[in-house]
Each structure stands twice: as structure tokens, then as C-alpha cells.
């Protein structure tokens, strides 16, 4: 019986620090790809501001003195 507690005890034990570990992982790919969000997010904004700067610029002939 007292072999079973143990065995039982290091399985449990086993068990929790997987679960950590794989929410810990969990948490990191998150943020992950939170950030590669934001930065999808920023290269599209500065897409359209180049897009819409080149747009209105064409109506407005400049001079290149």
C-alpha cells in the first residue's frame, strides 16, 4: 500500500508540473501571437497611410525646384 501512495504521489506530481509547464508554454504562444497581431496590424496601417499619401499626392502636382 505504501508503495501505491507513492507511486500515486510522484504520477500526481508528474502530472501537475506537465500542466504547468504546458501553460506556461500556452501563456508564451499567446503573447506570441498577440505581438505578430500588432505588428500585422502596424504594416497594414502603414500600407494604406503610403497608399493614400501616393493617392492624394497625384492630384496635387508639386514643383521640383
Given at each position: 500500500m505504501t508503495v501505491l501512495a507513492?507511486?500515486?504521489?510522484?504520477i500526481g506530481t508528474l502530472l501537475?508540473?506537465?500542466g504547468a509547464l504546458?501553460?506556461?508554454i500556452g501563456t508564451f504562444l499567446i503573447?506570441?501571437?498577440v505581438i505578430?497581431?500588432?505588428m500585422g496590424l502596424a504594416?497594414?496601417?502603414?500600407?494604406?497611410f503610403l497608399l493614400?499619401?501616393?493617392f492624394?499626392?497625384?492630384?496635387?502636382p508639386r514643383s521640383h525646384s
Open positions: 507513492i507511486l500515486l504521489f510522484i501537475i508540473l506537465v504546458l501553460i506556461l503573447a506570441l501571437g505578430l497581431i500588432f504594416l497594414i496601417a502603414i500600407g494604406v493614400i499619401k501616393r492624394l499626392g497625384r492630384d496635387r
